[in-house]
Structure formats: structure tokens, C-alpha cells
């Protein structure tokens, strides 16, 4: 599926994956976050949509499975501020430069969930901007600064837990 027919199917779906995420979750932010999450999952697969006969009732069963992991009540994350873990931002030079350093980073982000690990990949090693990510996966450019600041806080959580277990 190329970039246009994406954006024109996340359009067509995104209003009834937001009423099923509102309906299980019954927090209308959350249900926001979930339907962007699915979105940032479907365009990880976007190649692979075409092969499915019914593209909608694959993103409505992420909806509904990213629902109830919010339910069960996941770890909430660190509030960090965004000039804490600015400094983690990638550039696609220093993510192509070899060795442990890199290898870490590959390591890092391999641990973030799917649609983190897709927003960042857009982000920083796409050089997307904020409204291109926004576009691409039917959402707001401010839902898109705070799910990336979501996804840096993890990854500096991540390598704070890294550094502790060095000691």
C-alpha cells in the first residue's frame, strides 16, 4: 500500500477505531493514544495490508487488544521533560556508525513496543517532520510531539536501568 492509499484508509477507519477504543477504555485520551499506536503499527505493515482481505477488521482487532492492555494497566512511564532526553535524539549518521555505540542504540530500540520503535524510525532515522508522521498515521501533530516524548522517556529509562545495572 503506498503512502497516499494509507492516508486515504486511515481516514475511512480512524473515527470507528476511536469509538471502539473510547467504548472499551472509557477514556476518550487514552482511546486517542491507542488509535495512534494502531496506526503507527499498521504503517510498520503498510506493505503487507494488501495481502489482507479486510485491512479494517486487522485494525480494529489492534484497537481492541491495545484497549485491553490498558485495561490491565501497564507500568506507567517516568515523566521526564522533553529537555532531559532531547539530547537522545539520533541522527541517521550516528545510528550508521559502527561498533558498540550502535550496536546499544539497535539494542535500545528494539525494546521500545512496535509503534514506538516505528514513530522514532520516522522520526529520526526517516527525517519525517512532525505533521509528514502526523499525516501518515491520521492524527495531530501535538499527539505526535507527546507519543514521541513518550517514546524518548522510555528510551532514557531504558539506558538509566542499563547504567544502574553496570554498578
Avoid at 469509538?19 to 486517542?32: E, K, L, P
Avoid at 485491553?68 to 521533560?81: E, F, H, S
Wanted: charge should be negative; aromatic fraction near 4%; include cysteine.
Amino acid at each position: 500500500m503506498h503512502r497516499s492509499e494509507f492516508e486515504k484508509f486511515v481516514v475511512a477507519i480512524k473515527p470507528g477505531l476511536l469509538a471502539r477504543a473510547t467504548s472499551v477504555t472509557g477514556d476518550a485520551d487514552a482511546a486517542a493514544d491507542i488509535v495512534q499506536d494502531c496506526m503507527l503499527k499498521l504503517w510498520t505493515m503498510r506493505e503487507q495490508l494488501d495481502d489482507y482481505d479486510r485491512p479494517e477488521a486487522l485494525a480494529m482487532t489492534i484497537v481492541h487488544r491495545l484497549s485491553l492492555n490498558v485495561i490491565r494497566g501497564r507500568k506507567p512511564m517516568l515523566d521526564l521533560n522533553d529537555e532531559i532526553v532531547g539530547g537522545c535524539q539520533l541522527s541517521p549518521e550516528e545510528m550508521a556508525i559502527g561498533g558498540e555505540e550502535a550496536a546499544a542504540v539497535r539494542n535500545v530500540l528494539a525494546m521500545l513496543p512496535d509503534a514506538q520503535q516505528a514513530l522514532i524510525t520516522m522520526r529520526h532515522i526517516e527525517g519525517l517532520s512532525n505533521s509528514e508522521i502526523a499525516g501518515i498515521v491520521g492524527s495531530t501533530e501535538g499527539a505526535v510531539r507527546a507519543a514521541l516524548s513518550r517514546a524518548r522517556h522510555r528510551i532514557a529509562e531504558i539506558f538509566t536501568e542499563y547504567q544502574l545495572s553496570k554498578m
